[in-house]
């Protein structure tokens, strides 16, 4: 291999590793041909600058299993029965019918103790069930979990759920001095099961001081967003400080 081969060898493998990194980053392609000599590579290299505030990247929810028991006794004397036995009435909603069933507390702490938005994958009497948390209970005196709501996770069928918020990057308001405050860190959307995501990443590197970033800043594919779109979800604010330089710099600039 002479030297001009040998160099545009090392070219496609570095131009390799750099749509790699782009693909990474999901961001968008267009096609590129690269010819030099003899050598011929193709490759597809997606470079394409996004204007836009917010940015949504799919993320694999967590599976969190748990062994329940099917129960066989209802009503409040039964409850308070399967609780003094150290078990927590369950139940699972959505599917072609109600299973009521009973699990420990560390079973349980996978999708209670945790600000993560999880599946959780069910067994009970033999069956699975893919599920999500949808409500859960606790004692007003003592904080112990007394009840949990599961919602199945049916193919294709539409469901409503609260997906969290990531913020990411860091605002130019920010780094001007102002203060970055969250209005809402979780959103209520309608989707089916295979869009679902334990996030939303929202990018608010573009966010200056004195602006909100709005629902309708935020871009998701597949998600229905169930909120006014003018709703702001996060803020750059002027701190008492900028304010005070500001002030100082205005008072010198008449002198």
């Known amino acids: 291999m002479n030297n001009d081969s040998l160099l545009n060898y090392h070219l496609a493998i570095k131009i390799e590793i750099i749509c790699l990194y782009l693909l990474l980053l999901n961001e968008k392609l267009n096609f590129i041909t690269i010819n030099s000599g003899f050598f011929h590579t193709f490759a597809l290299f997606k470079i394409k600058k996004r204007r836009s505030r917010s940015i949504t990247l799919k993320k694999y929810m967590k599976l969190v299993t748990i062994e329940g028991q099917l129960r066989s006794d209802f009503g409040k004397t039964a409850s308070r029965q399967y609780r003094s036995e150290g078990r927590v009435p369950c139940v699972i909603y959505g599917g072609s019918e109600n299973i009521h069933f009973t699990a420990t507390q560390k079973e349980l702490k996978g999708v209670i103790y945790t600000a993560e938005f999880n599946k959780a994958v069910i067994t009970v009497d033999g069956k699975t069930y893919t599920c999500i948390l949808k409500d859960l209970q606790f004692n007003k005196t003592t904080d112990v979990v007394t009840h ?14 609260n997906v969290p918020l990531k913020f990411v990057g860091q605002s130019v308001g920010v780094k001007s001095g102002g203060r970055f405050e969250i209005k809402m860190s979780t959103i209520k959307v309608r989707t089916t099961p295979q869009y679902l995501t334990t996030s939303i990443d929202v990018d608010i590197t573009h ?9 309708e800043d935020i871009k998701v594919e597949n998600i229905e967003i ?15 400080a900028l304010k005070q330089a ?10």
């Open 148 to 161: 949990l709501d599961f919602l199945e996770l049916v193919e294709g069928k539409r469901l409503n759920a």
């Open 207 to 215: 966010l200056e001081i004195g602006k909100n970033l709005r629902i």
């Open 226 to 240: 169930m909120h006014n779109k003018r709703i702001p979800v996060a803020a750059v604010v002027t701190t008492r």
């Open 246 to 255: 500001e002030n100082e710099a205005a008072k010198a600039g008449k002198k």
